[in-house]
């Protein structure tokens, strides 16, 4: 069994910058993309970035894209998300994901996730 562990969140100003980062653990093998979701209160968890085993993929919702950056160390077993530009409407609470499926970013197709940290953006 695989553990994810997200760190970095907390509370910036709109423009700002955060780092968040994913620690994986245990049976962390079958992973192939891995990815960042994000749910805010009463809305539904949402897609935000996803990496390619070799990191040669990234993918990015249109909401982020040009303000976060995705990367991952397969030898530390990390996942990093650089989110710069920072708006209120990024507000929520971000998880890490792991999917054994190449190039995804269906939630449905990650099989194992993090706790999630709260990223609160303010006016």
């Known amino acids: 069994q695989a553990q994810l562990v997200e760190s970095g969140g907390g509370l910036v100003q709109a423009e700002g910058s955060l780092r968040l980062s994913c620690t994986a653990s245990?049976?962390?093998?079958?992973?192939?993309?891995m990815g960042w979701f994000r749910q805010a209160p009463g809305k539904e968890r949402e897609f935000v970035a996803a990496?390619?085993?070799?990191?040669?993929?990234?993918y990015y919702a249109d909401s982020v894209k040009g303000r976060f950056t995705i990367s991952r160390d397969n030898a530390k077993k990390t996942m990093t998300l650089q989110m710069n530009s920072l708006k209120p409407e990024d507000t929520a609470v971000y998880y890490c994901?792991?999917?054994?499926?190449?190039?995804?970013?269906?939630?449905?197709?990650?099989?194992?996730w993090g706790q999630g940290t709260q990223v609160t953006v303010s006016s």
């Open positions: 994901a792991a999917s054994s499926r190449s190039a995804t970013t269906d939630p449905r197709t990650f099989g194992s």
């Open positions: 245990g049976r962390t093998y079958d992973f192939n993309t």
């Open positions: 990496i390619s085993w070799n990191g040669r993929g990234t």
